[in-house]
């Protein structure tokens, strides 16, 4: 038989209203008082109808995760850590995707914001970095959570930064270390502030290594498996060839290996290659590839988290706004060691 509300405040000691205030994770709750119900709650496996919350406290009790992306591993790791947050909260997540470029994307956001009424917003690149979009939600009052790409900074908005550069930096001086002096980098769109923040990254390695940097190894692309392969093609066309390759992404990094393996390359002994984010395809190519490990599921069950925290506070209260900040970590495999 299904367990209810009054189950729970049975076995815990408390009234359903003490129930029904810690699921709903409103302020002023004792913490001993917390730990009886979400025992309880866990013993009785009790399930809150979300329909009868919203109606009871004409309040949604759902969390939106929008997004514009083509990377299928990024969001797919962005909805399982947001899931997992709202599943402690006992929240619903609305997944909608939108097209960045669009000219109606401003329209198409507020007709989802009146039709879904969700509680907040989880905002990932490039939406999150698009000044249109952070200012008309903030006129609408709905809250949100940026992903951004940067280090932690003074903001409006509760934000996880990703630290990019300094992970970059960290890539491009183990290519440095391992002899190559001659290192292209191979680009994502520049619509996305972390293309910028992990060129910067490579920049500034190449600098403190005294290493020249030179505008005919810095190629312009998109973060697809396709875009690396066109600009593997065009690198092996310069007469002055780079012996490495730093890519904006893994899947950049995996088609460059493919174009590579077309030309007759070895890797890494004629190309080292060097991708980003340590996504599936980091770990399926051959050799497998040096990678910034960037845990996108814990990044998005942190951002999940301080939507909820934000969520929680009172109405116009004036509160400091909380950050977090993670750092991509190296990850030194077969497609840049020497043998």
Not at 35 to 54: F, G, H
Not at 88 to 104: M, R, T, W
Request: proline share 4%; hydrophobic share 40%; with cysteine.
């Amino acid at each position: 038989m299904k367990a209810t509300i009054n189950d729970v405040a049975k076995l815990a000691g408390v009234s359903i209203k003490t129930v029904s205030r810690v699921i709903n994770n409103e302020p002023g709750v004792r913490q001993n008082t917390i730990d009886k119900v979400t025992a309880a709650v866990t013993e009785l496996n009790y399930q809150p109808n979300q329909s009868a919350r919203s109606l009871a406290g004409n309040k949604s009790y759902v969390v939106g995760f929008v997004y514009d992306n083509p990377n299928a591993y990024y969001i797919i790791d962005m909805q399982h850590g947001i899931l997992d947050a709202c599943k402690k909260h006992h929240f619903e997540l609305l997944i909608h995707p939108v097209d960045s470029k669009s000219d109606n994307l401003l329209n198409e956001l507020k007709d989802m914001l009146r039709q879904s009424r969700v509680s907040g917003l989880v905002l990932t690149p490039p939406l999150s970095e698009m000044t249109e979009v952070t200012d008309m939600l903030t006129e609408t009052g709905v809250k949100f959570v940026r992903v951004i790409s940067g280090k932690n900074q003074t903001l409006s908005t509760p934000c996880v930064f990703i630290d990019d550069r300094t992970a970059a930096f960290n890539i491009t001086e183990h290519l440095i270390e391992q002899g190559h002096n001659k290192i292209a980098f191979f680009s994502g769109e520049e619509v996305h502030h972390s293309t910028g923040e992990r060129l910067a990254g490579y920049l500034d390695a190449l600098k403190a290594h005294n290493l020249d940097s030179r505008d005919e190894w810095i190629f312009a692309g998109e973060y697809s498996f396709e875009s690396g392969v066109e600009n593997g093609k065009k690198l092996v066309e310069l007469t002055d060839k780079p012996t490495a390759v730093f890519a904006c992404n893994d899947e950049i990094a995996a088609g460059t290996l493919f174009a590579a393996r077309l030309q007759g390359l070895d890797v890494p002994a004629d190309l080292a290659i060097a991708g980003f984010e340590d996504n599936p395809f980091s770990r399926q190519t051959w050799p497998k590839l040096t990678t910034a490990a960037q845990p996108t599921k814990t990044i998005a069950s942190q951002a999940a988290e301080l939507l909820f925290k934000h969520l929680r506070l009172p109405a116009k209260k004036e509160q400091a706004i909380e950050n977090c900040m993670f750092e991509p970590e190296l990850v030194v495999r077969e497609s840049t060691q020497s043998r």
